[in-house]
């Protein structure tokens, strides 16, 4: 060992033997810091972290266990539990343990963030479910934010540049930074003024290269607001984020609505769950048919896909095909293990079976772990696949992994996450991939590259179909080797490739989103007025607003607590956070006050007045219970009083909540109060309204009362009450 190395702190240590793949060095130095630091909370957790950095996840794990042991209110080493579990396909695990850091920590930004990406590795969590926690944590984004935030004014382009702003912790080589780093060099610098603005610690060439085709800025020390202020400072018209809620996201900027238009490209492959983004920018082949329902955000396909491909420099060239020397066919996947589970090792099992001499190699990171090696051998021992025929790697340098392609003939997709730059690399190197697209984006990036090249039959229906084609492919030596031999003239002679073509339909697609949106908010004032209805339901089927608010001079703000209803904000009457205060000219509420109980109605109407501006007013109605008590009294609880699309109401439907509904769970239909025109006056008064007019429709059955904060003269409340209140 150099002297030097003695005088280095030992983590420093640890980490250098590392970074030069002396594995055996490293642990033993961090087994030395352990034991001379073992009831150091810090130190267990930075050693923790080199160790799964580097693929050791049960040395980390029996780091973070002890920190939890020494520090059971510290939660830092649960969270790093949670990551654990995620890189061994522990996914059930993981789930529970960022449900138990949730409801610890709320608030806390890496927990919801990592939980949220978490569900994406996961086959059990179902499409609806997942954009349900993207919704909710744009809910909590923007109260995080202070409320909902209105558009800066869109300036025309009236011959300008377009000035586009990046934000990603990923300028680096990492597969965003390699991506955008070719189409920042190919931008038409006429058209568009480029701005990049990053929040990661890892600088290198990439960082470098980016740093000289735009307007670099490091906001890695930035908070949210100060970041906000700085976007806004240099006028960008278009800000696009770049990680989505991968490690090091900004995201929650953008619910300080610092830039006029707002999308989400490249670096994530779901809902960012803001309604603040104007788009989600993929392509044809990433959106099944049912694709734009996993969405927030508006769906944008640009015409030649998703993003393009560049190889790095330092790429070897293709080898070739191992069958020729081997005499059998070698499978590999070289994907993040959080990608494998169980429907995977059943199809990768079922083709090893099915071709008995073939061979298979896994490689990642984690594979440095041997507990997860010896389950992963396991899972293929029990499914009929001899531990003899796998061969599990460790971690490389890039170069050197790029290399390893040469042991490989067919490359195997995990699914339902499959690889993105993998399978990018992996064709390049020569080696087809076999995948399986299914409903999530993410489930479709190597059927996305695949059908860009003209090779979409490599693309499975379903398992069988997979297990088919691989099959298939390691059956036909000929097709191996043309394909191995043609793959990278196919690929460059591709939209994957054509990088200046895909920066220019990009570009053109910016300006047109851009001219689009500033079109519509012309014809929509700045000065334009807000409704917020609350418990609006779905835009399909929900309450619809009167037609007092239904022109252009009102635009319309849904708030609703079911996130299957697509509202704008989720939220309840009881807690409307995520709305600013004064931050809304007029509230609609269409029978929801009667759903909370008496002592909750207080609460209520001050949120209502709350978020209302100073001259704003309340629209509201809910059942009258004078009319009802009539229809009891005249012995009718039971009778229809009147029909609705539900079917026959009637007054017990009204005074308790529709009693189907109630039938079939839905509890929340619940009637919990009740009121007079008396009664509900009088609530609105001590809630702070200075001017109220109401009415009862007998034949309606229901009250309709208008209450504004301001003091109105009696004949303007009138004037205004005839103009909205229904006849």
């Not at 290198?204 to 980016?210: C, G, Q, R, Y």
């Not at 340098?397 to 290399?403: N, Q, Y």
């Not at 229809?631 to 039971?638: G, I, Q, T, Y």
Request: overall charge negative; aromatic content about 8%.
């Amino acid at each position: 060992m150099n002297p030097v190395d003695d005088l280095m702190p030992p983590l420093q240590r640890a980490q250098d033997f590392a970074k030069a793949g002396r594995f055996e060095e490293m642990l033993k130095v961090c087994r030395q810091i352990i034991n001379n630091n073992g009831d150091s909370i810090n130190i267990l957790l930075d050693v923790g972290t080199l160790l799964s950095n580097f693929g050791f996840l049960s040395d980390a794990h029996e780091c973070y266990e002890r920190a939890c042991i020494l520090s059971p209110d510290d939660l830092r080493g649960v969270g790093n539990l949670a990551n654990l579990a995620r890189d061994a396909g522990n996914h059930t695990e993981s789930r529970t343990l960022y449900k138990t850091l949730r409801d610890r920590l709320p608030n806390h930004p890496v927990i919801r963030r990592n939980s949220l990406l978490s569900l994406e590795y996961d086959p059990e969590v179902s499409d609806l479910d997942r954009l349900a926690e993207a919704k909710a944590w744009g809910a909590w984004a923007v109260k995080q934010s202070g409320g909902i935030r209105p558009r800066p004014e869109i300036l025309p382009l009236a011959g300008r540049p377009l000035r586009l702003g990046y934000l990603s912790a990923d300028f680096c080589q990492h597969t965003v930074g390699l991506f955008v780093m070719e189409v920042l060099k190919s931008l038409n610098h006429e058209r568009i003024t480029a701005f990049t603005y990053s929040a990661g610690q890892v600088k290198d060439w990439v960082t470098d290269a980016i740093s000289i085709c735009s307007n670099f800025r490091d906001i890695s020390l930035l908070d949210d607001t100060a970041l906000a202020k700085q976007i806004r400072s240099d006028s960008i018209d278009i800000l696009i984020d770049l990680s989505g809620h991968t490690a090091g996201s900004r995201l929650s900027v953008f619910a300080h609505r610092p830039a006029p238009v707002q999308l989400s490209w490249l670096g994530y492959f779901a809902s960012t769950g803001l309604s603040c983004m104007d788009a989600v920018l993929l392509d044809q082949w990433h959106v099944s048919s049912t694709g734009e329902a996993q969405f927030v955000e508006p769906v944008v396909r640009l015409p030649m896909g998703r993003f393009c491909y560049t190889p790095v420099p330092f790429a070897p060239p293709v080898s070739p095909a191992p069958t020729l020397a081997k005499g059998y066919i070698t499978f590999g996947c070289f994907n993040n293990t959080s990608k494998l589970n169980d429907a995977v090792f059943d199809v990768w099992a079922a083709i090893l079976c099915q071709i008995p001499e073939s061979r298979l190699i896994l490689k990642w990171r984690t594979f440095n772990d041997s507990a997860l090696g010896d389950k992963v051998k396991d899972a293929f021992n029990s499914r009929g696949v001899a531990v003899d025929r796998l061969e599990l790697r460790g971690p490389s340098f890039h170069v050197d992994l790029l290399k390893e392609y040469a042991d490989i003939d067919i490359a195997l997709d995990p699914f339902p996450f499959t690889g993105g730059l993998t399978s990018c690399e992996a064709l390049w190197m020569g080696v087809p991939v076999v995948t399986w697209p299914q409903s999530r984006v993410v489930s479709r990036q190597t059927f996305a590259f695949l059908s860009a090249i003209g090779l979409a039959e490599l693309a499975a229906r379903d398992a069988d179909d997979y297990v088919r084609i691989a099959v298939e492919m390691a059956g036909d030596c000929g097709r191996l080797l043309t394909l191995r031999k043609q793959m990278r003239e196919k690929m460059q002679n591709s939209p994957l490739m054509d990088v200046p073509g895909f920066a220019s339909g990009f570009e053109q697609c910016l300006i047109e989103l851009y001219q689009e949106i500033y079109t519509r908010e012309k014809n929509y004032p700045m000065n334009s007025k807000t409704v917020l209805h609350v418990g609006a339901g779905h835009k399909q089927n929900g309450a619809k607003l009167p037609p007092f608010f239904q022109t252009p001079e009102w635009r319309e703000l849904r708030l609703d607590i079911d996130p299957v209803n697509e509202p704008d904000i989720i939220g309840t009457m009881l807690d409307m956070a995520a709305v600013e205060s004064g931050s809304v000219d007029a509230l609609y509420s269409a029978h929801n006050i009667e759903h909370v109980y008496a002592h909750e109605v207080p609460v209520v109407l001050k949120e209502f007045f709350r978020v209302l501006r100073h001259d704003g007013f309340l629209v509201i109605t809910c059942p009258d219970l004078q009319s009802i008590c009539a229809l009891v009294a005249e012995d009718k609880l039971r009778d229809p009083a009147y029909q609705s699309p539900a079917g026959p109401i009637t007054p017990l439907d009204i005074l308790y909540g529709h009693g189907e509904a109630l039938a079939h769970g839905h509890f929340f239909m619940a009637h919990k109060c009740g009121f007079t025109l008396k009664t509900l006056t009088q609530s609105l008064q001590e809630a702070g309204f200075q001017s109220i007019a109401g009415k009862r429709r007998v034949k309606g059955l229901d009250l309709w009362l208008l209450a504004v904060k301001e003091q109105m003269t009696e004949k303007q409340i009138r004037e205004l009450a005839g103009r909205i209140l229904p006849g």
